[in-house]
């Protein structure tokens, strides 16, 4: 009847009674708890905060599986921990299941001659006294127990140590639901990105089959502006493709690395444009700055426009020729520079023109992009500036 006894006596004790000196540490231990988020780490911060505030050889927490009732040994402390750790207690079983089924506090100081107890979990372990107290959910539900065991220098738990050890494990409870709800939600966002990763790969697939399909005609057709647009066509193809490729490959969720994507797009366009019997090169030159998926994309597309007029104007009548690409960040504003050594384009041409697809495209991604092309003939070969902001 001791439980009984022990367990009328705590409800006239609160916090108030206790010495300055426990109350200090109890705040100290909780603090501790309250800034663990992983729950390994969170139980076994518990385990050890439970040890030093209750003054004990060993403790431990056992998560209830609400399906069996079971209850689970999760990071003990103590002589034995290794021993009991993942062990389970069958439902209603010892200390722990008779806590459970009451929803109240369980105090002994001599518990192997207890009822209740269950000493089935260690065989080189003598449980001198113990003190196991509920832990309950904001939903009203019991979700584990919290046990310390054995404490030092022979001395013997009192009513006083109950309210002491319902404050601690109070804070390991909601520290215990906030951890699972983080893990919930890490779960979640885990599913949503492998799903996020299948649709980038589906896209992907898509578009690399008709690129592919492209890529076989265009040896076929001999009308050369028919094989000019398949060509610019393909381009464009592969400056989307691209980037589904790096968020499906890469793991890049939230931004892209701008220059390792445009160096892949320019070699891709450097391959698909170049004109065998002349030798012109693209120099990439680029800092390193993270934007997002859409703005890369955005920037591929204007990118691959302003190359394919360079590439289609800018070296008539040469045998070779280089394209120097620039890209770097300024004031908050990603820079990309884009100029060559050929004849420039034509005198009509104008940037934001619609009289092209390509200069279509060129001006409706600049208006999504929020940025700015400025485009001049030099003494030698062009220049367009592009500008636009980082974030946002």
Known sequence: MEKELDSQAFQKIDLQDQPRESLQLLLETIEGINRTVELKSLLA?????TRIVMRTEASSLMLLDQSTGELFVSLPTGPVKEEIKGKSIPKHKGVG???????????????????????????????????????????????????????????????????????????????????????????????????????HHRI????????????????????????????TTYTRIQSMMRVHDLLCEKGLFKDIELGFYLRQLTEQIERTLGDMPKDIAIDLKAENIHISANKALLCGIVLNELLVNIFKHGFKDLDHGKVT??????????????????????????VR??????MWIIDVMLKKLDGNLEFENQDQGSHFHMSFPAEG
């Open 97 to 199: 299941g008779w806590v459970v089924e009451n929803r109240e506090p369980f105090l002994s100081n001599n518990v192997e001659e207890s009822e209740v107890f269950w000493g089935d979990l260690a065989e080189n372990f003598n449980t001198r006294n113990i003190l196991c107290v509920p832990l309950i959910s904001k939903d009203d539900e019991v979700i584990g127990v919290l046990q310390a065991i054995n404490r030092r220098q022979n001395e013997e738990f009192t009513p006083h140590d109950i309210p002491v050890f319902q404050a601690l494990a109070s804070h390991v409870t909601v520290a215990i639901e906030r951890s699972r709800q983080i893990e919930r939600l890490h779960s979640r966002l885990k599913e949503k990105e492998v799903m996020l990763t299948e649709t």
């Open 204 to 231: 992907k697939n898509n578009l690399s089959v008709i690129a592919g399909l492209i890529e076989m005609e265009l040896p076929s057709v001999t009308d050369a502006d028919a094989k000019e647009v398949l060509q």
């Open 45 to 49: 911060e518990s385990m050890e905060a």
């Open 353 to 358: 023109s619609s009289k092209t697809i390509g």
């Open 325 to 350: 690409v620039d890209l770097y960040k300024e004031s908050e504003e990603v820079n990309l520079s884009i100029s060559d050594n050929g004849v420039g384009l034509p005198d009509d041409f104008e």
